[in-house]
């Protein structure tokens, strides 16, 4: 730390900040590398070259196994140490979330298409869907008509919250452009 911050602080407010004798700075900085530091540093990079083969997602159990593989003789608290200090991390699963509830009282469409994908002539046939999309200010409901003969977009609508207004705005402006 006191390296990282010499050039805007002196050394000794540093080394006195951190109660640290500015003798034994110079001297650690003079010193060579232990053997264990040196060991550290390929063991992150070997971790480094590991991580990337396998898309970013291993934990300390299955790095270890990586490594041990690639021929490294570790334990996994061996591994766990470099990974916490170096901010790697497994990616995790997301959690499941049910978005549909299908045992409601309201009263459900017909089903008029009844899988018949195949239409004739533009504007016969149209279909919605509503989905969702996380964003850094929260989920955003994005509904959708499409016209099954061309198979395009003819109306869309987004919005906070999935609800039937959500789903109108995006039949509104399917009508209004067809």
Same mark, same amino acid.
């Given at each position: 730390?006191?390296?990282?911050?010499?050039?805007? %602080? @002196?050394?000794? $407010? $540093?080394?006195?900040?951190?109660?640290?004798?500015?003798?034994?700075?110079?001297? %650690?900085?003079?010193?060579?590398? @232990?053997?264990?530091?040196?060991?550290?540093? $390929?063991? #992150?990079?070997?971790?480094?070259?590991?991580?990337?083969?396998?898309?970013?997602?291993?934990?300390?159990?299955?790095? =270890?196994?990586?490594?041990? /593989?690639?021929?490294? +003789?570790?334990?996994?608290?061996?591994? =766990?140490?470099?990974?916490?200090? =170096?901010?790697?991390?497994?990616?995790?699963?997301?959690?499941?979330?049910? +978005?549909?509830?299908?045992?409601? /009282?309201?009263?459900?469409?017909?089903?008029? *298409?009844?899988?018949?994908?195949?239409?004739?002539?533009?504007?016969? #046939?149209?279909?919605?869907? #509503?989905? %969702?999309?996380? +964003?850094?200010?929260?989920?955003?409901?994005?509904?959708?008509?499409?016209?099954?003969?061309?198979?395009? *977009? #003819?109306?869309?609508?987004?919005?906070?919250?999935?609800? +039937?207004? $959500?789903?109108?705005?995006?039949?509104?402006?399917?009508?209004?452009?067809?």
């Amino acid at each position: 730390m006191i390296e990282e911050h010499r050039k805007q %602080y @002196s050394i000794a $407010l $540093l080394c006195a900040a951190l109660d640290v004798s500015g003798t034994g700075f110079y001297a %650690y900085r003079g010193r060579p590398m @232990s053997e264990r530091e040196l060991d550290n540093r $390929l063991l #992150v990079a070997e971790m480094r070259a590991a991580q990337s083969a396998n898309r970013q997602s291993s934990g300390s159990p299955r790095m =270890t196994r990586e490594l041990r /593989s690639r021929g490294r +003789t570790c334990g996994r608290h061996r591994v =766990t140490r470099p990974m916490r200090h =170096t901010g790697f991390a497994a990616r995790r699963k997301k959690r499941f979330r049910k +978005t549909t509830d299908s045992n409601h /009282s309201f009263r459900c469409a017909d089903n008029l *298409v009844a899988r018949e994908f195949t239409v004739e002539a533009p504007n016969r #046939v149209w279909v919605g869907d #509503v989905t %969702y999309i996380w +964003t850094k200010e929260g989920w955003l409901y994005l509904a959708t008509t499409i016209d099954l003969f061309s198979r395009k *977009v #003819v109306g869309w609508g987004m919005g906070a919250k999935n609800d +039937t207004d $959500l789903a109108l705005r995006a039949l509104r402006m399917a009508i209004d452009t067809r």
